[in-house]
């Protein structure tokens, strides 16, 4: 059974400093790892993504981290602005490319 | 903007009932990939096709069948409905197929059941 797991369903975060929103998964083999930001109403936005073969990967203020040996990976954000309060899902990417999602953690960015 | 069009926004309908979901991908995608977002399974993958062929399945109920058309349009349709498949179900596209591909979302259909 491959699964994601996000374990804090919420997490307030002052403007200007750092989010971080974390993952866990089990059974990695090649894979690669997504991360989405939903509003409400609206559908899933592709943010970034890691393969498994990778430890970091950064694009703009986002940067993701993955930590194999833990079975871990980390969505950095910096600096947090309003705007990036929504849901956010990590996600697996396997085989044919279907994904498997976490649960989502819902970010609010306070001004 | 995400280019993947879903039809309609939103459904009502009663339980034993049939409903068609429409979807169009990104212009020159050829995956399309279903999603069911309840509030107690979360958002769950149920159906693939890649260029009319059908891919892979998730945890899709057998009251429920899609199909990819030449155009590469796709449609899901879900039969004999119940209470517990009112959910919001999304349409994605990627352009080939393989872990790593970006897969882009619609809006969504918002589904109902009374």
């Known amino acids: 059974d491959q699964q994601v797991k996000q374990n804090s369903p919420s997490l307030s975060v002052q403007e200007g400093r750092i989010s971080i929103l974390n993952c866990d998964y089990t059974?990695?083999?090649?894979?690669?790892f997504l991360w989405y930001k939903k509003y409400p109403a609206e559908g899933p936005t592709f943010l970034i993504s890691i393969s498994s073969i990778k430890d970091k990967n950064e694009d703009g203020r986002f940067t993701v981290f993955l930590n194999k040996s833990a079975k871990h990976l980390s969505l950095h954000i910096v600096p947090s602005q309003p705007g990036d309060s929504a849901v956010y899902f990590c996600a697996r990417s396997v085989e044919d490319g279907q994904l498997t999602f976490g649960s989502g953690t819902q970010l609010t960015v306070l001004p | 903007d995400s280019g993947v069009t879903q039809t309609p926004k939103h459904l009502i309908t009663a339980t034993g009932q049939r409903v068609t979901l429409r979807c169009s991908p990104r212009?020159?995608?050829?995956?399309v990939y279903w999603y069911q977002q309840s509030l107690d399974q979360g958002l769950q993958f149920l159906i693939q096709y890649y260029n009319g062929e059908e891919r892979a399945k998730g945890n899709i109920l057998e009251r429920f069948s899609a199909q990819q058309f030449p155009d590469l349009h796709s449609e899901l349709n879900l039969s004999s409905l119940e209470l517990g498949d009112s959910a919001l179900y999304f349409c994605?596209?990627?352009?080939?197929?393989?872990?790593?591909?970006?897969?882009?979302f619609g809006p969504g259909t918002r589904l109902t059941v009374l």
């Open positions: 059974n990695s083999m090649f894979d690669y």
């Open positions: 212009s020159g995608d050829l995956s």
């Open positions: 994605a596209s990627s352009a080939f197929l393989g872990p790593g591909d970006t897969q882009y």
